[in-house]
């Protein structure tokens, strides 16, 4: 009888670990599902924005600078001209794909 009942334990000890299998291969899919899919479509839009720009461009960087793109170098930086005659040199990653996006619709809202 006895050694019944540990059988028996121990088979249903396995079909517990299936089921915690499978409960963790759930976990891993829906986390990638709600967090490493949409960061990767993101990063990969963001990328495709910056190769993008052109001299001309109206911009906003993460800190919050306006201006417009006035040279692009070829080792990741861009000349900014903030104001007539002002310029700063930024690394391109630094542009804002969301902020720049907004503006850019305000400023076709005001025509």
Do not use: C
Not at 50 to 58: A, I, L, T
Not at 62 to 76: F, L, V
């Amino acid at each position: 009888m006895y050694l019944n009942s540990v059988l028996l334990a121990g088979n249903a000890q396995q079909g517990g670990g299936m089921v915690q299998l499978v409960m963790m291969g759930a976990i891993i899919l829906v986390f990638w599902l709600f967090m490493i899919r949409p960061q990767a479509k993101k990063a990969k839009e963001q990328k495709k924005f910056v190769d993008d720009m052109q001299k001309g461009d109206k911009v906003v960087t993460i800190a919050g600078i306006h201006g417009t793109i006035n040279k692009i170098n070829e080792d990741g930086t861009l000349q900014l001209e903030v104001s007539p005659g002002s310029y700063l040199k930024i690394e391109k990653s630094t542009i804002s794909m969301e902020w720049t996006a907004a503006i850019n619709k305000s400023a076709a809202d005001k025509k």
